[in-house]
């Protein structure tokens, strides 16, 4: 069994900054990849980014140049640092990990953070 919790939400003011954690256990050999998807009401989850265990990132445009993925395959742990927050960055954040383990490869999803960004 695997488990993804996530840390981190909260209510910030436009232009504040927020860090989300995302923490795998279980029974993984692996953690090949980690990244972070985001859900706004009435919108479908769309990407936000991701991080490889070899060190590749990918960004949405969106958030270029405001959030930073970082993580730490030893703790099999990815973070999502914030900056420059806007409203529209508003949404339920789900953490997101390709797992390998003995039996199979497949993807698992935490259960979501609130993090709203509001004056």
């Known amino acids: 069994q695997v488990q993804l919790v996530e840390s981190g939400g909260g209510l910030v003011q436009p232009g504040g900054s927020l860090r989300l954690s995302c923490a795998a256990s279980?029974?993984?050999?692996?953690?090949?990849?980690m990244g972070w998807y985001r859900q706004a009401p009435g919108k479908q989850r769309e990407f936000v980014a991701t991080?490889?265990?070899?060190?590749?990132?990918n960004y949405a445009d969106s958030v270029k140049g405001r959030f930073t993925i970082s993580g730490d395959n030893a703790k099999n742990t990815v973070y999502l640092q914030m900056n420059s927050l806007k409203p529209g960055d508003t949404a339920v954040y789900y953490c997101?990990?390709?797992?390998?383990?003995?039996?199979?490869?497949?993807?698992?999803w935490g259960q979501g953070t609130q993090v709203t960004v509001s004056s």
């Open positions: 991080l490889t265990s070899s060190g590749i990132i």
């Open positions: 997101n990990a390709v797992i390998q383990r003995m039996s199979n490869i497949r993807d698992y």
């Open positions: 279980g029974s993984i050999l692996r953690a090949n990849v």
